[in-house]
């Protein structure tokens, strides 16, 4: 299977800040490429998918790029309903694979 | 509105069996692929099956071949996931979630999940 590594796995950031999320792939993806936001408590929400395509509804300050192994999720303009945890998933083969998660934190 | 409401978990003895359902509204659901995705408590998400719109094409993750079975009824807007020879390793939120249609295999909705807690 191919095996996805998010980085970091945690973070803090502050209201306003631009921050950036990696995801690695053990081998080509492609495009193939998913991301999920998840809050506490609630189902994971798609953000993105084919590495770069908003999902109909998600602000635009979201945005995703890569292609092949290296992936990554920035939030333009961090604001306090984006505090919570974000999935990359790969579905360029079965099994799909997440990547382990990264949890962003209030500084 | 897109709804996916999972039902069916419950604490089962190791080697038990469970069967979860979804039911779906909102959308055309004989014309999307379905999914199975966990996540044990405190962990992340782990794809378990897919099933084509269809039911004529199927995937399991390795861990669980063997013991879990999908099915759909279209019918029925309702999927399913039978899981037998339960382990403590299944325990976990059991959400379905619906691939995102044209192509891609993201998966643009999810149920709230149904919890499986599998222990003695």
């Known amino acids: 299977a191919i095996r996805m590594t998010q980085s970091p796995s945690s973070f803090s950031a502050s209201t306003g800040d631009r921050v950036t999320i990696t995801c690695r792939a053990s081998q080509g993806i492609s495009s193939y490429l998913a991301w999920y936001q998840q809050k506490p408590g609630k189902a994971p929400e798609l953000l993105i998918y084919a590495a770069s395509t908003l999902q109909s509804g998600v602000p635009s300050r979201f945005s995703g790029s890569g292609s092949g192994t290296d992936f990554t999720l920035t939030i333009s303009c961090l604001q306090s309903e984006d505090f919570a945890t974000y999935y990359c998933?790969?579905?360029?083969?079965?099994?799909?694979?997440f990547g382990q998660g990264t949890k962003v934190e209030i500084k | 509105e897109v709804q996916l409401v999972e039902s069916g978990g419950d604490l089962v003895q190791p080697g038990g069996s469970l069967r979860l359902s979804c039911a779906a509204s909102?959308?055309?659901?004989?014309?999307?692929?379905m999914n199975w995705v966990r996540q044990a408590p405190g962990r992340g998400l782990e794809w378990v099956s897919y099933?084509?719109?269809?039911?004529?094409?199927?995937y399991y993750t390795d861990s669980v071949k063997g013991r879990f079975t999908i099915s759909r009824d279209n019918a029925k807007n309702s999927l399913y996931l039978q899981m037998n020879s339960l382990k403590a390793e299944d325990t976990a939120l059991y959400y379905c979630a619906r691939t995102i249609s044209g192509g891609s295999h993201a998966l643009d909705y999810w149920g709230q999940g149904t919890l499986v807690t599998v222990s003695s």
């Open positions: 099933i084509s719109s269809s039911g004529t094409t199927i």
């Open positions: 909102g959308f055309t659901f004989s014309s999307y692929n």
């Open positions: 998933q790969q579905y360029y083969t079965y099994p799909p694979t």
